[in-house]
């Protein structure tokens, strides 16, 4: 969603380094919540027979899980990633700088965080999440084109970061 924009404005290096950073953590990402995402059709019998209980019981552990999994796939994208992809891949592009790389996965985090308790609401046949998904996505754009030409991609990162984390983080948890 941001790399046309990040592109634009800071050229295709930067975007492409970008790119490849949200790939990981996107990935980092599923890959984690795969621990979850496993038991949803569980999770959906357990709200249509009532054991609203028993679903908690179930899916804490596997968000525990989820961080773990999300935290060690995090360390390695940060700490090896340049040489992977450059050594086993021989790719031009570079990473992003380890400080952005850092901040793109507590983003990610914090995405997937509210994505798996959003998915176990769907489960209960709720979804009061279309009017807050589409007024964050808008205030995204918005400040994404006011703040990634002044700061780059520090604002590329955490301009959804920190517009999810007004709302959607906390809110579709509880």
């Not at 552990?61 to 021989?90: C, E, K, N, S």
């Not at 046949?125 to 994404?144: D, E, K, Q, T, Y």
Request: with cysteine; charged share 10%; hydrophobic share 55%.
């Amino acid at each position: 969603r941001g790399t046309r924009l990040g592109a634009a404005a800071r050229g295709l290096t930067e975007a492409a380094s970008y790119g490849l950073g949200m790939q990981r953590a996107l990935a980092a990402v599923a890959i984690a919540a795969s621990v979850v995402a496993v038991k949803l059709p569980l999770v959906a019998q357990m709200h249509a027979l009532g054991k609203e209980r028993e679903i908690g019981r179930l899916v804490f552990p596997r968000m525990r899980w989820f961080w773990v999994v999300y935290t060690g796939l995090a360390a390695m994208a940060i700490f090896f990633g340049d040489r992977v992809i450059q050594g086993w891949f021989h790719s031009q592009t570079p990473l992003l700088p380890r400080t952005l790389l850092i901040a793109l996965f507590v983003v990610g985090a914090l995405e997937g965080h509210h994505g798996i308790f959003r998915e176990l609401a769907v489960t209960a046949h709720r979804n009061p999440f279309a009017v807050p998904v589409v007024v964050s996505g808008l205030l995204i754009v918005i400040l994404s084109c006011l703040l990634v030409p002044r700061i780059g991609l520090w604002g590329l990162i955490l301009v959804p970061g920190i517009v999810q984390i007004c709302f959607n983080n906390w809110w579709i948890v509880l």
